[in-house]
């Protein structure tokens, strides 16, 4: 168990606070929604009421869907895009897919390479995308959970102030999704532009994510 | 192998649990 948990501590630890965060979230979300209700003179719910409403949802899954596309992005753009200087850029000569001998597929493959490394064909092509096929879809099926929750949420306000509900549409094409979408990803893409570009000068000894303390500022690709 | 296939498991579940629960709810308060 102890030799479980030292080799599987990154991903606990980020287990544990995303779990910790989301029922803090879930906590002040409701403390805020009824305070909402009380000054619109409308019935407070219960904490299971509010976890169970669109409105929890909707908060949820706008920004899953950001997430998710700022490492899809991250993940594909870093094949054809670079940085001089920043470790996380690849080497300024390694633009693009790469070679086979280089990802180790096919005929360069290892001994222990995973199966579908080996044999070739449509199941190297798949395994090959196969991260950022995963993460893509994960960040396409919070979107649409955001654009079908934020729809119902959107049309419970729009009945208690006794207008028309919008269909799922017209709701796409609505301020408050793109408002929803866009306020999220604005600072993802913000805070990855930064990462790349602040690991030129600046270092966390240690860190997978920087260059050595020692490495020249012009290095490209190289991390701790 | 059991101990590097544990928190990816683990992982896809989370989020698979969490995407269903979310388009449940939110379908369940369609008008």
Known sequence: VRRFVRENSLSLFFGLIFIASLVGQSLAGWHQFNATQLAEHLDPVTWAGYVTSSNFAVDVSENWQSEFLQFWLYLTATVWLLQKGSPESKELDNVGLETDKDQKVGYAAMTDSPSWAKTGGWRTALFSSSLAIVMGTIFLLSWLVQSVAGWAAFNESRLQQLQDPLSWGAYLTNADFWARSLQNWQSEFLAVGAMAVLSIYLRQRGSSQSKPVGEPHEATGIEG | ?31
């Open chain 2, 1 to 31: 192998v059991y101990d590097v296939r544990t928190m990816f498991i683990v992982y896809l579940a989370m989020i698979s649990l969490g995407l269903a629960l979310m388009l449940t709810v939110a379908l369940r308060h369609l008008p």
